[in-house]
């Protein structure tokens, strides 16, 4: 058996709406697909507990769901779960995943793109030993 493609990667987002905004004007990256998942699935599945800080009923945990569509087929699935926790660094070290990446061409005319924007990079571009050009940024979750 062997896989066929890349299918799509999970992002949980402070801000569903900010991210869909961002993902669309930096990237032209369209929604293509909205859910809310059912209180009861987001205490289960995903093990997100109501919030005890909150009074009778308004703790209920919930989970927004989002396909955003990037240009060649792959997908970026956002999450906005209710109660949150803060966003961590990421550690380059610390088992998970780091980044993700998109192919672009004119990888400087990308770079001063972001940079007009507003987007924080993190690197200029660069090539790496291996001869592959590129840069880091930031969304607006860090």
Not at 8 to 26: L, P
Not at 38 to 43: A, K, L, Q
Not at 62 to 68: D, E, F, M, P, V
Not at 95 to 101: E, F, P, Y
């Amino acid at each position: 058996m062997k896989v066929r493609s890349f299918s799509h990667c999970g992002i949980t987002v402070s801000d569903f709406n900010r991210a869909v905004k961002f993902y669309w004007e930096v990237f032209g990256c369209p929604l293509v697909g909205v859910s809310d998942t059912p209180s009861e699935r987001v205490r289960t599945f995903f093990q997100v507990p109501a919030d005890p800080s909150t009074e009778l009923g308004a703790g209920v945990p919930a989970c927004k769901i989002g396909w955003i569509r990037v240009p060649g087929g792959g997908v970026l699935e956002i999450f906005e779960f209710q109660p949150q926790l803060p966003p961590a660094a990421v550690r380059w070290n610390q088992v998970g995943l780091t980044h993700i990446s998109f192919n672009v061409r004119n990888l400087q005319g990308w770079y001063d793109y972001l940079v007009g924007k507003g987007v924080e990079c993190v690197s200029r571009p660069e090539r790496s030993p291996r001869g592959h050009s590129f840069f880091f940024v930031k969304d607006f979750d860090g």
